[in-house]
C-alpha cells in the first residue's frame, strides 16, 4: 500500500535508505552525521518520551528555535503522537509567543536554548495549559529551577525505558496515523493583523509530493542546506517533507553567523531561498568586485555580458551560437564557475525563490552567472508550492504553470483563485476566517495575476497593496520596489501613492554597503541614523532611484523620497518574522514622513 | 567550602615602593572572587605575585594547602592556574584554533620528536586537545571566527579568545585581569555571563580584577578591595558596598 501520511513514509525510508546520511549537523566544527535508521531511532524514543510526560492524540506540540536535527525529531514525533506540531519563529518576542501558545493551546513547548528558554518562562504564568518546556541545548540553565523545565535527552531516555518495555508501540503509532488529521499548524506571517493557524492534513502535504514530483526531479543523492526559518512552510518542504519522499540529506549549519561558510562547505545541489537573501547575495558580490583587483573588475565586466547574452538566447528558447558557446566557456571558466563556488552553490541545479517577488533585474544577473532561479507561486494555505516553471520553461517574472493536481482560474477582479487536494484544511480556530479564504472550494489568494498564451501565471501584486493614484491609474508597488532594491544600497523600499497625486517612497538603507561606501568616499558617520541624514548619501539614492524610475512609466516613477532614519525591526512591529514589511503599520508609523512628501 | 588559594601575609617592594603591603585573603573553592581597587593599589601585582611573575618579597602564597611560594610561572600553570592579562596578550597572528592549542600545551604529554613523527599517542593526543578546543570555541560562541588570524578580530572577541585560551589549560583557578574594560554594554553582559557559566558549568575558581562595579556587584561572590597595597575590607558585594573605608578610597575623603 502507498503510504498515506508523513510518517509512513518515514518508515519506508528507515528501510528504504537505513545506513544513508538523512541529516548532518556541524557540531564542534565536524559534520556529524545521522543515517535515516538513528533518525528514525531519535523520533522513536522522542515520541515515547512525550507519551510518557502525558502527550496524546489531537494534543499541539510548539516548537521555538533555530533550525536543528532536535527540530526535525519534535517535528515528527508530534506527528507520530497523532497530534500536531507548530512552529514558532525564533525571531518572536515573548508576546508573540504567548500569542500562538494560547491560540493553538499547546501543553508543550520544544525550545533550543536559553535564550527561547527566557522568553517562554517570561510568559509562562500567562499561558497556564503549558505544563513542559523540553530544552534542546541546556547550556548555561545551570541556574535554572523551573519544575517545567526538562531536558531534549532525558525526554529520550524516558521514552527508551517504554520502547524497552513495549517494543512494538511506535510502530504501531506509526501505522495508526491518518490522512485527514491534521499533521501541522503553520502560522502566517501575519502582515495585517495577528498571525493566522493554518491547518495542514497529511492528504494535503502528500497532495503536493504526488503533484511536485512531476515537476522536479529530486533524487536521494541531493542534499540542501537548512536556512530559512523551519515554521515557514517553504523550508518545512525542503528539509522535512522533500527529504522524506525522496531520501535527500539535510544539512544544518553550526550557528547562523557561519551559513555562508557552511554552505561553501556543504555546496547544496537544491538551493530555496527568498528575495532578501537573494539580494543579499547579489550586494555582496557587487561591493566585493568594487573592492577587487584591476584584473578582477575586468575580468568581471566584460564576462558578465557574455553571461547575460547567452541566458538571453536560453530563456527566449533560441540555440547559441557556437562563438557565443566557446565565449561562454571561457567566462564560466574565469568567472561563474569561482562566483558560483564562492556563493557555495558550484554543485546546485536546482534553484528556487519564492514567498515574495523576485526583481527581474536580479533574475537576469542569476541566470547569466549560470544560477537558472526558478520563481515558484505558493502559500502556506496551499500547503507550499501551487506553481512552478517546468524544466526549460522558466520565465523573467512568471511562476509557471501550476504543479499537477492544482487548479487555477483567475476571478473576474483579477485575484487568483486556486482549487485542489492541496488547499488547507482550515484556520485553527477561526471559522469565519476560513470562510473567508475558501468559497465554494476555491481558495481567494488575495494576490491578483493574469494567466498568459502559454497558460504560465503571473503575479502583479497582492490584491490590497495595488496602488490606485489620485488619476486613477492602477499601479502594482511591488515591482517598483523590487526595482528600486536591486540597487546594492537599497535594503527596503516602501511606495507609498493611494489616493494620492504622486508616487513616493520610504527607503531603508542597505547599511553594510552604505557604510562600505561611505569608507571609500571618505564620509565621517558613526552609525546608521548618521548615514540616513547625510547629505551624500541623500544624492547616492538619489541617483539609484533615478535610475530605476528610468524603467517606468511617467505616472509610476517616484517624485519624492525619504530615507528612514531607523531600521526596520521585527520587535517595533514594523515587519513580519519573514522579513516582509506591514504597509499599514509603516504607513502609520511614519506618517509625519509622508504627509511632509505630499506637501 | 574549603579554601583553594591562601594568600598569608604577602607583602611586595620594588626598591623603596611598597606594592603590597601584608596582604591577607583567602579564595574558597568554587567562588567567584573579585579584587577592586583605586589605580596603583597592587591589584595586578596581587597576580603577578599568584602567578609567579614575581616573587613576594615575603610571606606565602598557598594552592589548596601546598606553599607555591616562588614557583616559576610554568610551574605554577601545571599546578592549575590560568590567568587573562590586562591588555590582550595573543599571538595576533595565530588564529583562534591555534592560539587556544597553544593554550593546551602545558598539558600535553608528548615531546617535540614523537610530535614531529605525529603517530600513536602523539596523534591521539593532539586530537583529544582539538576536541577540547572546540568545546571551549562551542561553549564561547565564537565558530565563526575560528579560523581568523587574532590580529583581525574585533576586541570583544580576542577578550573572548584570551579567555579561551585561559579555559584550554583546564585550569582549577583562573585569574581574569580586568575582562570587561573598554567593552560596550553588551559585550560587557556577554563577558559577564561567561564568566558565571565558566563557574557554574566547569567548576572553575575565578579571581577577577574588574573596575566596573556593575559587573562586580551583579556576578561576585566575595570582594576585597585593597589600596595602596593593603586590603581595607572585604565580604560579600553587599557588605563591602556599605563600607565607610571603600566609599573613602574610591571617592576621596
Not at chain 1, 500569542?99 to 522568553?119: M, P, T
Not at chain 1, 523545565?149 to 512494538?168: N, Y
Not at chain 1, 544600497?489 to 501613492?497: D, L, N, P, Q, T
Not at chain 2, 566596573?212 to 581595607?232: P, Q, R
Amino acid at each position: 500500500m502507498e503510504p498515506d501520511t508523513l510518517l509512513k513514509l518515514f518508515a519506508r525510508n528507515r528501510d528504504l535508505f537505513s545506513n544513508r546520511v538523512a541529516l548532518r549537523e556541524k557540531d564542534l566544527g565536524i559534520w556529524q552525521r545521522t543515517t535515516w535508521r538513528e533518525y528514525w531511532e531519535h523520533v522513536c524514543r522522542f515520541t515515547l518520551g512525550l507519551r510518557q510526560l502525558g502527550f496524546r492524540k489531537g494534543d499541539k506540540l510548539s516548537i521555538l528555535g533555530d533550525n536543528c536535527r532536535e527540530w526535525l525529531y519534535a517535528d515528527l514525533a508530534a506527528q507520530a503522537s497523532s497530534g500536531i506540531s507548530v512552529g514558532i519563529y525564533p525571531t518572536d518576542v515573548a508576546s508573540q509567543v504567548q500569542y500562538i501558545l494560547e491560540n493553538c493551546g499547546s501543553r508543550f513547548i520544544v525550545a533550543k536554548d536559553q535564550e527561547q528558554v527566557d522568553k517562554v518562562l517570561e510568559i509562562k504564568d500567562q499561558v497556564p495549559l503549558l505544563q513542559k518546556i523540553v530544552v534542546v541545548d541546556m547550556k548555561g540553565l545551570h541556574r535554572y529551577r523551573d519544575p517545567l523545565l526538562i531536558s531534549f535527552a532525558e525526554v529520550e531516555a524516558l521514552g527508551k525505558e517504554l520502547h524497552d518495555q513495549q517494543p512494538g508501540l511506535f510502530e504501531e503509532m506509526v501505522q495508526s496515523t491518518n490522512p485527514d488529521d491534521v499533521a501541522i499548524i503553520v502560522y502566517t506571517s501575519g502582515t495585517t493583523g495577528k498571525p493566522k493557524g493554518a491547518m495542514i492534513t497529511h492528504r494535503n502535504v502528500l497532495a503536493m509530493i504526488r503533484g511536485l514530483s512531476q515537476v522536479l526531479d529530486f533524487k536521494a543523492s541531493d542534499s540542501f542546506v537548512s536556512a530559512l526559518p523551519l515554521c515557514h512552510i517553504a523550508e518545512r518542504m525542503f528539509s522535512l517533507i522533500f527529504p522524506l519522499w525522496a531520501g535527500c540529506t539535510v544539512n544544518f549549519a553550526e550557528s547562523v553567523a557561519t551559513l555562508q561558510d557552511d554552505l561553501q562547505e556543504i555546496s547544496p545541489t537544491a538551493f530555496l531561498n527568498v528575495p532578501r537573501i537573494w539580494e543579499k547575495m547579489h550586494s555582496n558580490v557587487m561591493i566585493r568586485m568594487q573592492d577587487a583587483v584591476f584584473f578582477k573588475r575586468w575580468i568581471f565586466n566584460a564576462m558578465l555580458p557574455v553571461g547575460r547574452k547567452v541566458s538571453e538566447l536560453r530563456l527566449a528558447g533560441r540555440s547559441v551560437p557556437i562563438h557565443w558557446r566557446i565565449l561562454h566557456a571561457l567566462a564560466y571558466l574565469l568567472l561563474f564557475r569561482p562566483l558560483r563556488n564562492h556563493l557555495g552553490l558550484l554543485e546546485a541545479r536546482i534553484f528556487v525563490s519564492g514567498a515574495a517577488p523576485l526583481s527581474p533585474d536580479l533574475m537576469r544577473f542569476y541566470h547569466a552567472i549560470g544560477i537558472p532561479i526558478r520563481e515558484c507561486y505558493g502559500m502556506t494555505e496551499i500547503s507550499g508550492i501551487s506553481c512552478i516553471p517546468r524544466d526549460g520553461e522558466i520565465k523573467i517574472g512568471g511562476v509557471g504553470k501550476p504543479v499537477p493536481g492544482v487548479e487555477i482560474k483567475i476571478a473576474e477582479d483579477g485575484e487568483i483563485l486556486q482549487r485542489g487536494e492541496l488547499v488547507f484544511a482550515g484556520y485553527y480556530g477561526n471559522p469565519d476566517a476560513t470562510k473567508e479564504a475558501v468559497r465554494d472550494g476555491w481558495l481567494h489568494t488575495g494576490d491578483v495575476g493574469e494567466i498568459d498564451a502559454q497558460g504560465d501565471l503571473r503575479i502583479t501584486d497582492r490584491k490590497k497593496d495595488i496602488i490606485i493614484t489620485a488619476g486613477g491609474k492602477n499601479i502594482s508597488p511591488s515591482e517598483i520596489e523590487n526595482s528600486l532594491k536591486f540597487s546594492p544600497y537599497v535594503k527596503e523600499a516602501v511606495v507609498i501613492g493611494d489616493r494620492r497625486k504622486y508616487l513616493t517612497c520610504l527607503i531603508q538603507l542597505e547599511f553594510e554597503t552604505v557604510a562600505h561606501w561611505a569608507q571609500n568616499n571618505r564620509i565621517p558617520y558613526t552609525n546608521y541614523k548618521s548615514l540616513a541624514t547625510h547629505a551624500e548619501v541623500r544624492k547616492l539614492i538619489q541617483g539609484e532611484v533615478d535610475k530605476s524610475n528610468e524603467n517606468f512609466a511617467r505616472v509610476e516613477t517616484i517624485k519624492k523620497f525619504t530615507i528612514l532614519d531607523k531600521e526596520l525591526d521585527q520587535d517595533d512591529e514594523e515587519i513580519t518574522a519573514t522579513m516582509k514589511v506591514k504597509r499599514a503599520m509603516i504607513e502609520k508609523k511614519f506618517r509625519h514622513l509622508i504627509d511632509a512628501m505630499y506637501n | 567550602m574549603t579554601e583553594l588559594l591562601e594568600i598569608r601575609n604577602v607583602s611586595l617592594h620594588f626598591g623603596g615602593i611598597l606594592a603590597l603591603n601584608h596582604l591577607d585573603m583567602k579564595v574558597r573553592q568554587g567562588e567567584l572572587h573579585a579584587v577592586i581597587g583605586p589605580n596603583g593599589a597592587g591589584k595586578t601585582s596581587l597576580f603577578n605575585c599568584i602567578s609567579g611573575v614575581y616573587r613576594p618579597s615575603d610571606g606565602e602564597i598557598l594552592l589548596d594547602g601546598k606553599n607555591v611560594t616562588g614557583w616559576k610561572p610554568h610551574e605554577i600553570a601545571h599546578a592549575g592556574v590560568a590567568r587573562t592579562f590586562q591588555n590582550i596578550e595573543l599571538f595576533s597572528h595565530m588564529n583562534v584554533i591555534d592560539n587556544l592549542l597553544l593554550g593546551c600545551h602545558a598539558q600535553m604529554r608528548t615531546g617535540p620528536l614523537s610530535g614531529a613523527i605525529f603517530f600513536g599517542r602523539a596523534l591521539a593526543e593532539e586530537v583529544q586537545y582539538r576536541l577540547h578546543v572546540e568545546k571551549i570555541i562551542d561553549f564561547l560562541e565564537i565558530e565563526k571566527v575560528r579560523k581568523k588570524p587574532v590580529g583581525t578580530l574585533p576586541y570583544g572577541v580576542q577578550k573572548r579568545v584570551e579567555i579561551g585560551r585561559a579555559l584550554a589549560m583546564k585550569p582549577r583557578i583562573l585569574l581574569l585581569d580586568e575582562p570587561v574594560a573598554g567593552m560596550n554594554v553588551e559585550e560587557t553582559e556577554d563577558i559577564a555571563r561567561f564568566v558565571l557559566d565558566v563557574k557554574e558549568e566547569m567548576g572553575v575558581t575565578i579571581v577577577m580584577i574588574e573596575h566596573d562595579m556593575g559587573v562586580v556587584m551583579d556576578i561576585a561572590d566575595t570582594v576585597t578591595v585593597l589600596d595602596f597595597g593593603s586590603k581595607i575590607a572585604a565580604g560579600t558585594p553587599d557588605e563591602v558596598q556599605c563600607d565607610p573605608r571603600v566609599i573613602a578610597a574610591y571617592l576621596g575623603e
